[in-house]
């Protein structure tokens, strides 16, 4: 099993950044992929940006040029760079892992995170 901690949520103007981490319990090295996900009201979650343990990465339309996936293995921490917010960014922002590689097997399952919310001013 993986605990997740999302943090680095806030409240900011539209065209002003924000940094969110999660912070994996166990070596991010294992995971085969972690990605972002978001939630605004009254919609379904979304995929925002994926990462794959080889580094590949995803994004959705909506964020392309504007969101930077990363990763640190040495601190066991994935990262979303997010500038020039838009209203449109407004949700929770969800962090998910999917895939863990162990010693004594493999679980395919994705985790998640409790969230950190965003809220960008008009």
């Known amino acids: 099993q993986v605990q997740l901690v999302e943090s680095g949520g806030g409240l900011v103007q539209a065209g002003g950044s924000l940094r969110l981490s999660c912070v994996a319990s166990?070596?991010?090295?294992?995971?085969?992929?972690m990605g972002w996900y978001r939630q605004a009201p009254g919609k379904q979650r979304e995929l925002v940006a994926v990462?794959?343990?080889?580094?590949?990465?995803n994004y959705a339309d909506s964020v392309k040029g504007r969101f930077t996936i990363s990763r640190d293995n040495a601190k066991n921490t994935m990262y979303l760079q997010m500038n020039s917010l838009k209203p449109e960014d407004t949700a929770v922002y969800y962090c998910?892992?999917?895939?863990?590689?162990?010693?004594?097997?493999?679980?395919?399952?994705?985790?998640w995170g409790q969230g950190t919310q965003v809220t960008v001013s008009s």
């Open positions: 998910d892992a999917r895939g863990i590689n162990y010693g004594s097997g493999y679980d395919p399952r994705d985790y």
């Open positions: 166990i070596r991010i090295f294992s995971i085969n992929a």
């Open positions: 990462i794959s343990r080889g580094g590949a990465t």
